[in-house]
């Protein structure tokens, strides 16, 4: 029978408070878990002393002890026609119209293995997605830039007509 991390940790656990309660009666919690640190099977372990709990707060606890890994949670899987779709707008949207056609193929290629697929695609075509994000904030900013000038015109335009009221006011 092969020992996990944590049957090994328990069995650790289980020996230090034996040998505590045989002959130390004095010994604290903080003893213990000092004479764990190094025993077999207690590298993976993460010990928490009282004042590390008070100091969490209910979201990190729960991360901390439900298993889940650091509160990291694995995405779900994607249906082949999600993946397909997003490949397709992928390539579409970075000007890569002639790949779309090979899209099925990749897909069969990288099967199990999507999102490295896609993390691969991102590394690729680095240089791609940063132009054409430059190109987009280009656009943007020459938009914003139009804008203000059109809001300016308007501006000149009232104040204009405001002053010429108000020279026929004054006639």
Known sequence: MQKTPT???????????SSAADGDKDGSIDDLLKNMKGMP????IKMFTADD???MNPDQMGNMFSGGGGGRQR??????????????????TYGLHDKVAGVDAALDKWKGREEKMFDVLN?????????????ETAKWE???AERAAEEQAAR??????????QTKQEL
């Open 75 to 92: 995405p779900k899987r994607q249906t082949r026609s999600q993946y397909r779709r997003r490949l397709v707008n992928f390539y579409e």
């Open 41 to 44: 099977g207690m590298e993976g």
């Open 7 to 17: 049957r090994c940790a328990l069995l650790c656990l289980l020996v230090a408070f």
């Open 123 to 135: 590394k690729k075509y680095a240089d791609v997605i940063s132009a054409h994000y430059a190109a």
């Open 142 to 144: 020459a938009e914003d």
């Open 156 to 165: 000149t335009t009232e104040e204009e007509m405001d002053a010429a009221f």
């Open 53 to 55: 709990l008070k100091n």
